[in-house]
């Protein structure tokens, strides 16, 4: 679900939601708000259809359905609509903001005119008291319009700033729940993403290479993982990672993603590289960690460590009528899997095509 809403938009959003919150069991906080926002937002939503479903068969959302309708649609960090919603807040408040700073200036306007008004009306012998006095009813309500726009004003602003450090928040949690915390590579969500965008049939994708440019993928297991926690423990099978996972980075190309997608499983996405050279790169990275020595802390002594790699290029293919049948994602991955099964089966510190 996506959001580009004005600020008309988003009033207009909030005006249809604030109406069917009041109406539910649940309280009006922003877990309530953001899903009957984002429920007037899009009505042919997921979400939508999910909470139409829950008020014909139990009448109204309480507490309960609304936490799961956020969790289930709402609340995932890697998701959009989170920070979609966020920012659809933000802008809100930044036009309320803008509206009562201009209504704060005319009003500021119009009190400096009624001054100059009761000032030129001011006592005289030929002039009535009672113009003065009203104007200076008129007057003194004009100040305390004023006193409230500006306290309206300082309200937002401080709303504002919490929204944008909700935001921040938000796009913190989003980055770190597509990142492996031990090895700082993406993590598998990330990649099971950055599969399904660089392979997607429309061109425009973030991220996608162009119609027809080769894809290619590698699988990399570190050798042996086993016995290395078992002998030299779970301390150094993590500095083990970590170092793998430094020669991945140090050799992705620009445009790739390098990722740990298990326990001691590594892929490595390369758009726009043909199969040739996604082999020469992964007997670099091969050679470059079996070339590498790993020193334990607890110890003066350098451990060899191996890995062995699957490689697949992504099958593009266009039938008789000129529809395309790519390969599915999933087999592209798995054809990638048991090269590198192969690469094992074989003796391992290797490299193997699918």
Not at 74 to 95: C, F, N, S
Not at 143 to 169: H, T, Y
Not at 171 to 196: G, K, M, P
Request: proline fraction near 4%; glycine fraction near 6%.
């Amino acid at each position: 679900m996506e959001y580009h809403d004005t600020v008309e938009r988003s009033t207009e959003l909030l005006r249809r939601a604030l109406p069917l919150m009041s109406r539910q069991a649940a309280a009006l906080h922003p877990v309530s708000y953001a899903v009957w926002y984002a429920y007037v937002a899009d009505v042919n939503s997921p979400l939508h259809k999910a909470l139409d479903a829950h008020l014909a068969a139990h009448g109204v959302l309480d507490e309960a359905a609304t936490d799961a309708l956020y969790r289930r649609f709402l609340a995932d960090p890697t998701a959009d609509t989170t920070q979609q919603v966020t920012d659809g807040v933000a802008r809100l408040l930044d036009g309320m903001q803008a509206s009562a700073a201009a209504a704060g200036d005319q009003t500021a306007r119009y009190g400096h005119t009624l001054q100059r008004l009761s000032a030129s009306l001011g006592p005289a012998e030929n002039q009535p008291t009672t113009p003065p006095a009203a104007l200076g009813e008129v007057l003194e309500h004009t100040l305390q319009m004023q006193a409230a726009l500006a306290r309206l004003q300082k309200e937002l602003a401080e709303s504002q700033r919490e929204i944008g450090s909700l935001r921040d928040e938000v796009r913190r949690a989003r980055h770190e729940s597509l990142v492996d915390a031990l090895t700082t590579l993406a993590n598998r969500r990330a990649f099971d993403r950055r599969l399904v965008s660089c392979l997607a049939a429309d061109a425009a994708v973030l991220g996608r290479p162009p119609i027809g440019a080769p894809v290619s993928l590698l699988m990399i297991d570190i050798d042996h993982f086993k016995r290395v926690n078992d002998s030299y423990g779970h301390a150094f099978g993590d500095q083990v990672l970590r170092a793998v996972a430094q020669v991945l980075k140090a050799l992705t190309p620009e445009g790739g993603l390098a990722a740990r997608v298990g326990g001691e499983e590594f892929a490595l996405l390369l758009p726009g590289m043909a199969l040739a050279q996604a082999q020469a790169l992964a007997e670099k990275l091969r050679a470059t960690v079996a070339a590498s020595r790993i020193r334990r802390k607890s110890s003066d002594n350098d451990e060899r460590i191996t890995v062995s790699l699957g490689v697949a290029q992504f099958l593009q293919q266009t039938a008789a009528n000129g529809l395309s049948v790519d390969e599915a994602p999933a087999d592209f991955v798995d054809r990638a899997d048991r090269a590198l099964y192969a690469a094992k089966q074989a003796g391992r510190d290797r490299v193997m095509t699918g």
